[in-house]
């Protein structure tokens, strides 16, 4: 693996590190994720999960990238052969991410070209259901959106051009451009919104603590979700970037300035938007209570509501939010195909270009069956099964098989031979009982929420995904073409 070139800097692998981490989550989750866990009180679970849970597996998984640099399923066959399911199914899942991923970029690349004139009207919620994401009618699942089907192929068609290249020439010159232009975008959002009138009700409104909060066992779940999400831990995309390093770095500094940027933006993004919102409230005397949300609602209803009260800046504020979306969103994108794309080239002895072409084939095709009237509605439900009942226990195993199979005293010397900052017995104790109870704990919880909130169409679908990634998984599981090089 990885004969061919890996990043031609440590700074392109630092911009593309925040580039998979960087999403679509960041900007419509974590303000609303904020503020309806404590507010400013938040800040205590959230800086706690980010020590005990996203930066020690961020480190592992920079570490193991470096050390093996051999693809995801390759590393877990190599521990044991009996490991390497729970590889193929961890990089189908993520798969799947990038396939409706893509639906969302979509919609935001159609707000984007109507943000210049405003195209979605008087009611963007409306807009949004007939143009764009449909709703949960099931009377439309028969009907294709249009606008969203093409801008489907047209954006699969850019990432195709993209992928399509060695990683630094495609992955990483698009990161060292776009991740540069979006802190600058955000950072332009965000002053401008400072300006607004009603923007200080906006930051009362995020950052005034409820410390009794505290003591909710949820609050410190939903800070561990965030920091699962939002830094994209235990999905191979991290460990497969790793895997292209071809020189010494510094691997533990790394990860802290990729998880500095990554909180500094989504906070960023956060005191934004609320001081949008609270300039809505104001001009409008609508209870900001009543304007706060998270996911679809919040980007593509509430915010276009708000740019139209604007007036002329909003013409300039929209684009420049619609296009940082799609920024993050396309980043994330590509480090979150990467892992299958390695994989299977991997497996099946495929070059690069091959392997992109017949994935982003794959994956389009997949995308569209998610541009029906149903659209908004199915990527709830798929992105709801794929990360808390898929993802979560993956990034569990994981924990417990590198912790218990692998010489971590080892790896702990690797890591620290070249960096400022230096993990050992506690770093070691936190992946091996700490963090796995944590997932498992959050596991647990999602699957009982999934089987309290389940009915006849959900559990079709779950089925379906559960069917397709166990016989996928199998089929490259039972292969017997793993690369021949683990074998000389």
């Avoid at 991410?97 to 159609?110: E, G, K, R, T």
């Avoid at 963007?124 to 764009?132: G, L, Q």
């Avoid at 093409?150 to 992955?171: C, E, H, P, R, Y």
Wanted: proline fraction near 3%.
């Amino acid at each position: 693996m990885n004969e061919h070139s890996g990043w031609n800097s440590k700074l392109t692998f630092v911009f593309a590190m925040i580039g998979a981490t960087i999403g679509i989550g960041n900007i419509w989750r974590f303000s609303y994720v904020f503020y309806n866990n404590g507010g400013g009180s938040f800040f205590i679970p959230y800086i706690i999960a980010i020590l005990v849970m996203g930066v020690p597996f961020l480190i592992l998984e920079n570490g193991l990238g470096f050390k093996f640099k051999k693809s995801f399923s390759k590393l877990l066959h190599d521990i044991n052969p009996k490991f390497e399911m729970i590889a193929w199914m961890l990089v189908l899942f993520v798969f799947i991410v990038a396939i409706y991923y893509m639906v969302i970029l979509s919609w935001d690349f159609i707000y984007f070209l109507n943000s210049f004139t405003f195209g979605w009207g008087s009611d963007p919620s409306s807009f949004f259901a007939t143009n764009v994401g449909g709703s949960s009618d099931f009377g439309g699942i028969g009907s294709v959106i249009l606008p969203t089907f093409i801008a489907i192929i047209i954006l699969w068609a850019l990432f195709w051009i993209v992928s399509n290249n060695d990683i630094d020439k495609g992955i990483g010159r698009v990161s060292k451009v776009l991740m540069p232009l979006l802190f600058i975008i955000m950072s332009f959002i965000l002053f401008y919104s400072f300006t607004l009138p009603g923007f200080e009700v906006g930051l009362k409104t995020l950052l005034t603590p409820n410390w009794n909060a505290l003591l909710d066992v949820n609050i410190w779940l939903a800070a561990f979700a965030q920091i699962i999400f939002s830094l994209s831990i235990g999905q191979a995309m991290i460990y497969t970037y790793a895997t292209y390093l071809s020189e010494e770095t510094r691997l533990i500094d790394n990860v802290f300035m990729v998880v500095l940027a990554n909180s500094i933006y989504e906070i960023f993004v956060g005191l934004g938007i609320f001081s949008i919102l609270g300039y809505m409230s104001v001009t409008s005397s609508i209870p900001i209570t009543e304007l706060i949300s998270e996911g679809t609602s919040l980007i593509f209803v509430v915010l276009p509501e708000i740019f139209e009260v604007m007036g002329p800046i909003g013409r300039i504020i929209a684009p420049l939010l619609f296009l940082s979306i799609l920024f993050a969103g396309f980043t994330s994108s590509l480090a979150l195909f990467e892992p299958l794309l390695v994989s299977v080239c991997d497996k099946l002895n495929w070059s690069r270009r091959k392997g992109v072409s017949v994935l982003v084939a794959i994956a389009c095709c997949g995308s569209l069956l998610f541009s029906t009237g149903i659209s908004s509605h199915l990527v709830e439900i798929v992105d709801t099964f794929v990360n808390e009942f898929g993802v979560l226990i993956l990034i569990a195993l994981q924990a417990i098989i590198f912790t218990r199979y692998l010489d971590m005293g080892e790896l702990a010397a690797l890591l620290n031979k070249n960096s400022a900052i230096k993990v050992g017995k506690k770093w070691k104790f936190d992946l091996k009982y700490i963090l796995p109870a944590m997932l498992i704990v959050m596991w647990i919880i999602g699957v009982g929420q999934l089987v309290y909130e389940v009915d006849l169409f959900k559990l079709g679908i779950y089925i379906l995904i559960t069917f397709i990634v166990l016989g996928l998984s199998i089929f490259f599981t039972m292969s017997n073409s793993i690369s021949n090089d683990s074998e000389e």
